[in-house]
């Protein structure tokens, strides 16, 4: 069930932290430059819009367009850290697909030590429910390339409907690849909620 909310825009202000068992989200800063040029660096990495190589001046980039994102209600990032520690071991953004935020595109890079582990699953639970409770989504569209079984087993372990393939759809490397076209419902999330509103100790 969806955490109750008094403004729906409280998190153009301020992205809130999400905690899970094994996870910490929160909004990406300064700080987390080296991790992500390395997270960013990698071979299946997401692109999160990088038209240029990765490189220090492109993730600050990236990082100044994520907090003007968010504060124009268009877009919210959330790194990913281990629980109890800073270490950055993944990155999710999620952008709307038209104006009023009720459909999204979400994607992600989680680092090869991550992975495996179930830190997707907690981190993807925690972002969904955000999504479909304080922002209001209906529907979550993932696009996974076509030869990333773990995307797509993750994302089927979520519920996600595999929609279609999108034929030659991105262009990594000069050479284009097909994705697959997942889609989440607000109404199948069922199990998948959890608690996001910041916790009382």
Avoid at 46 to 58: A, C, N, T
Avoid at 70 to 90: E, M, N
Avoid at 111 to 118: D, K, L, N, V
């Amino acid at each position: 069930m969806a955490d109750p909310v008094a403004d729906k825009t409280t998190w153009r202000k301020e992205l809130p932290a999400l905690a899970g068992r094994m996870v910490t989200l929160r909004e990406p800063v300064a700080q987390d430059l080296g991790p992500l040029v390395d997270l960013l660096s990698l071979g299946d990495a997401s692109r999160f819009g990088l038209d240029e190589d990765v490189s220090e001046v492109s993730v600050l980039a990236l990082l100044d367009r994520v907090v003007r994102e968010r504060a124009s209600g268009l877009a919210f990032a959330y790194v990913i850290t281990l629980s109890g520690a800073r270490t950055v071991v993944g990155l999710i953004h999620v952008r709307q697909l038209d104006p009023s935020f009720e459909a999204a595109e979400w994607d992600w890079t989680i680092a090869p030590s991550a992975r495996g582990r179930g830190i997707f699953i907690e981190a993807a639970r925690l972002v969904g429910s955000f999504a479909f409770g304080p922002i209001g989504a209906r529907r979550l569209e993932a696009r996974v390339l076509l030869q990333n079984g773990r995307a797509s087993g993750a994302l089927r372990k979520l519920g996600a409907v595999q929609e279609g393939v999108l034929r030659r759809s991105v262009r990594r490397d000069g050479e284009y690849f097909d994705q697959v076209l997942w889609s989440i419902l607000k109404e199948d999330w069922g199990e998948h909620w959890v608690p996001t509103a910041p916790r009382v100790h």
